[in-house]
């Protein structure tokens, strides 16, 4: 956040020199600190009274000449979050399952560290997966009525294929017995896409993830914006075309060849869509785009990057997190999730067999680019072995002390200016207050990195803090100060506990 600020700063007075409200040479050292009273805000400079003499001016004149500027800076923390983004060819399995939990708790901490947060899911619903996946239905419809078929391997096994096949003989009958092949299957692709796409909606749903925008990928070429954006890449010079296709010119970013983005029989590649996309992301005025991407796209980044570079912005404005593959176990078992037949295991299976909120925890136990293992029975488990129980479960056991405590007639007061703080000094006591002082920087860093693991880590801690605690503490005992003491303290803790059970979408039960 400090750096957030400099660098907010150091734009609004560039700005300033820029109109000649101020004068000096160059930005000096802009410090940010804390203030030494709360009541002074969360963080304070002394750039002003650095400036003063070189001014020529009083450091409050300087400072209203600063804030002008700086309230003129709209949109400087605005942020696209990007991810999930699964091909509507096949219901959402455990994989994008960690996507979707890494994106929307991303996006969740950056809004909760000040960011305007903006939630977006990329259709990929043009190009060659949406055949297949249409001549996959047209094949299936086919054989429900007894024709006789060749199912080719690259076609999508899943009996959900089947299912959509089904459907689309209860709306339309045999309509397209009869049809040629290219006018049945792009039926069956927007048919069957439409159906999948909206089971995606809904599964995400279930789990807790809506999003601002859904960005059709077709619509780049419906509206002529990957054509668009190639020419104006040819304009910069890094698009030439060779052998009959189109190549971006990647190698002058790092990559280790250059890449096409329009075969010589003319159709475009995914990069090319990409190209466009971001294009057209940037021109909406975003001034960070968050990719989320599976990790085997790793070797994608410099390309992308080599992109926003030809599109004149920081590179740096594009951030890429990358989200490793989940190993599913059932008691330390490792369960098959082979897709060559089409049985994976879907996102959906997982969320009703373990919870919601268990499932969005473990999924977030770990940084998002290492392997994750997910045991389901022990997600299950209502024991202090499962973390997301032991999280939960001290947010439920405090809440049920305060129902304790009110049976006792013993309350907070409405004014807790007046609580006998000073009495709060064991080690354990000190131990919390350190933690939850801790918090305000456990999401800044948590933001600015886009490690949402960080907040599981912090919950583990802080839960086994205050278990910690009461297992060595009375809170309602005979000392009346120390009671009220005692349940300030919790209250700050269960607060904290649901703000970051919040942040990660997981509910805090008061009771369990």
Known sequence: MKEILRDLIRTGLESCFADGTLVSAQVPDIVIEKPAHEGHGDFATNIAMSMARSEKKAPKAIADILVRHLSSQDGIFDVQVEFVSANPTGPLHIGHGRGAATGDAVASVLSAA?????????INDAGNQMFTLGNSIYLRYLELFGRPIEFPENCYQGDY?????????ARYGDRYIGSKEEEAVPFFSKFGGDIILKGIEDDLKDFGITFDNWYSEQTLFDTGKVGNALDMMKEKGL???????????TTRFGDDKDRVVVR??????YFASDI?????????????VVDVWGADHHGYIPRLKGVVEGLDRDPEDLKIILVQLVSLMRDGVPVAMSTRSGEFVTLKEVADEVGRDAARFFFLMRRSDSQLDFDLELAKRQSTDNPV????????????????????????????TGISLEKLATNEEMAIIKMLNTFPEIVAGSALNFEPHRITYFLQELAGQFHSFYNRNRVIGEDYEMSVARLFLLKCTAQTLKNALTILGISAPERM
Not at 114 to 122: L, N, S, T
């Open 114 to 122: 000040g960011f305007d947060v903006y939630r977006e899911y990329y």
């Open 161 to 169: 294929i089947k299912d959509i096949a089904r459907d689309a003989i």
């Open 239 to 249: 698009v030439y075309e060779s052998e009959g296709a189109l190549w971006f010119k």
């Open 264 to 269: 010589s029989n003319g159709a475009t590649t």
């Open 276 to 288: 466009a996309y971001h294009y057209e992301k940037f021109g909406r005025g975003f001034d960070w």
């Open 389 to 416: 129980y032991y999280v939960q479960y001290a947010h439920a056991r405090i809440c049920s002390i305060f129902e304790n405590a009110r049976e006792k007639g013993i309350e907070l007061p409405a004014d807790t």
